[in-house]
């Protein structure tokens, strides 16, 4: 099971980062900025926004789209 990571970042603060084969995740849980991109090939194929307050979802469903 493919995990996301902190990941240092000049704008975020929490910036998470996996990759599970040709699958590459980021989320990002910063306030006013609640939202994680599925990357395949180097292409996005989805982008998930969140409400503020939401952080601990976005995280649970970014896992979840990095490991399907």
Do not use: T
Not at 35 to 43: A, I, P, S, W
Not at 47 to 59: T, V, W
């Amino acid at each position: 099971m493919a995990e996301l990571k902190k990941v240092e970042d000049a704008i975020f603060d929490e910036y998470y980062e996996g990759v599970n084969g040709l699958r590459r995740v980021i989320c990002i849980l910063d306030p006013f900025c609640v939202r994680y991109m599925v990357l395949e090939n180097g292409k996005r194929k989805v982008r998930q926004e969140f409400s503020n307050g939401k952080e601990s979802l976005c995280f649970k469903n970014a896992l979840k789209a990095l490991n399907k």
